[in-house]
């Protein structure tokens, strides 16, 4: 019998990582839009003195933040401080491959102008060094609408050794009602 005495281990490597994207909600005047910002730990360490700003956009206001931890459960997640257009968070220590998804809620102006850009970012720093600062932060550009406006996203994702699982949502982001909408997704078998 022989018996594996030997290890491997590789140097600290801090990674923290953000992701943002838009959620759902009218991108439109006087309207409430919705993003989501998920953090994590990309890296083989514990993370440590983590801190979160979000910078709003022109035109938008401030309303809610809550945690999304999955099947509809939601709680509050007020930012620490709002340091004029930008929230902050102090989110302490994050341990090895930990995520965390939660959602804003922004108030776009009344005198919002359609066509006006909305562009709203994201970034994570650490106390630690990281040697991948480019998925530190991350922004979302939309557009102000006016009249009709649908969006359609789609992704996938991979789960056990044969399925894979097809998400599309179908969002009105306008200021108008749209009624029959048809949506076709076609795909390769191949």
Known sequence: MHINDWTYSRPPRPDSGVNKWWGHGSLAADSEANYWIEYRNDGNVPLHGLVLTDTLPAGTTFITSVLHYGWGIQVPFPPTRIVGGQLVWDLGDLDVNARQQFMLRLRVDSDARPGALLSNCAALASSDFE????????????????????????????????????????????????????????????
């Open 131 to 190: 040697d991948n600062p480019y998925n530190n932060t991350e922004c979302v550009d939309e557009i102000v609408a006016a009249g009709p406006n649908m969006r359609v996203t789609k992704d996938a994702w991979w789960e056990e050794p044969h399925r894979i699982h097809y998400r599309a949502r179908v969002s009105n982001i306008g200021t108008t009602e749209e009624y029959s909408v048809v949506v076709t997704d076609t795909f390769r078998l191949t």
